[in-house]
């Protein structure tokens, strides 16, 4: 099983301000089959990136992915107001699929 | 407009059995994997189960170690519906369940529906 460890567990900005958020995975993620989800409360994920660099349909560009291998990052430029939610990556290199545990971004 | 709707969630006992449906509108049903995703109050996000397009024996099923032999997963293309039967329910199984389309990346989610395993 690929586990996915994101890092860091919360962080704190203020709008405007540029977000990095991190997923490591124990073993190399093959094709980049890497995905990233943003949570707000009460609703159910959003698609925001996937294979790793790609945006999802409707997706602004102040979103971003990168990376390759058991590195990866989501990187949201100027963080807006509607930004500030949780972030999931999920693998779907492998069975079992798996789910990093979150990273929160909240206003500072 | 895509959209997927839970149904059947509630309120059951530990041992007991419940059966989740997702009506789905506004893509190819037919032709799409479809999954359950679960997520425990406060918790992250676990990937329960998925099904090939087809339905017939034969197709691909995947679940988690964690409800392997208790849940299985259905669809009835025909009604554009997925199920989750569960049984032998236990207090762990208390999460949301959503729906989604794929069994790679998820690009549709339903709003989920609550189900609470207790005495």
């Known amino acids: 099983e690929i586990v996915l460890t994101q890092s860091p567990g919360t962080l704190s900005l203020s709008p405007g301000e540029r977000a990095t958020l991190s997923c490591r995975a124990s073993q190399s993620v093959s094709s980049n089959y890497l995905a990233w989800y943003q949570q707000k409360p009460g609703q159910a994920p959003r698609l925001l990136i996937y294979g790793a660099s790609n945006r999802a349909t409707g997706i602004p560009d102040r979103f971003s992915g990168s990376g390759s291998g058991t590195d990866f990052t989501l990187t949201i430029s100027r963080l807006e107001p509607e930004d500030f939610a949780v972030y999931y990556c999920?693998?779907?290199?492998?069975?079992?699929?798996?789910f990093g545990q979150g990273t929160k971004v909240e206003i500072k | 407009q895509v959209r997927l709707a839970e149904s059947g969630g509630g309120l059951v006992k530990p041992g007991g059995s419940l059966k989740l449906s997702c009506a789905v509108s506004?893509?190819?049903?037919?032709?799409?994997?479809m999954s359950w995703i679960r997520q425990a109050p406060g918790k992250g996000l676990e990937w329960v189960s998925y099904i090939s397009p087809s339905g017939r024996s034969g197709s691909t099923l995947y679940y988690a170690d964690s409800v392997k032999g208790r849940f299985t997963i259905s669809r009835d293309n025909a009604k554009k519906s997925l199920y989750l039967q569960m049984n032998s329910l236990r207090v762990e199984d208390t999460a949301v369940y959503y729906c989604?389309?794929?069994?790679?990346?998820?690009?549709?989610w339903g709003q989920g529906t609550l189900v609470t395993v207790s005495s």
């Open positions: 999920q693998q779907y290199a492998t069975s079992p699929r798996t």
């Open positions: 989604a389309r794929g069994h790679y990346d998820l690009g549709y």
């Open positions: 506004g893509l190819n049903f037919g032709d799409s994997y």
